[in-house]
């Protein structure tokens, strides 16, 4: 739909500076999907991989970035597919 802010996730004890992280990332993925529809990117900073799957459930989350720890867990919880493999 037009005007779709695309949610990247990410867990950690430290929100701020996992934002300022990520944030140049998703802006550009929303910004290159602009002709999609996506108007903006959003960072969403679980304090768990728990809550993260549960975030990645319910659909406030649109892609998960993590080592493969994390997201093997949200995996096995039937919460997300990996897709990409960072190195």
Request: charged share 25%.
């Amino acid at each position: 739909p037009e005007g779709t802010t695309l949610v990247i996730g990410s867990v950690s004890d430290d929100p701020e500076e996992e934002a300022e992280v990520f944030q140049p990332f998703i802006d550009h993925v929303a910004d290159q999907l602009g002709d999609a529809g996506v108007s903006g990117g959003d960072v969403v900073v679980a304090e768990s991989v728990e809550e993260m799957a549960e975030l990645l459930r319910t659909g406030a989350v649109d892609l998960y970035v993590d080592n493969m720890s994390g997201v093997t867990e949200v995996v096995a919880d039937g919460a997300g597919t990996p897709l990409l493999r960072r190195w």
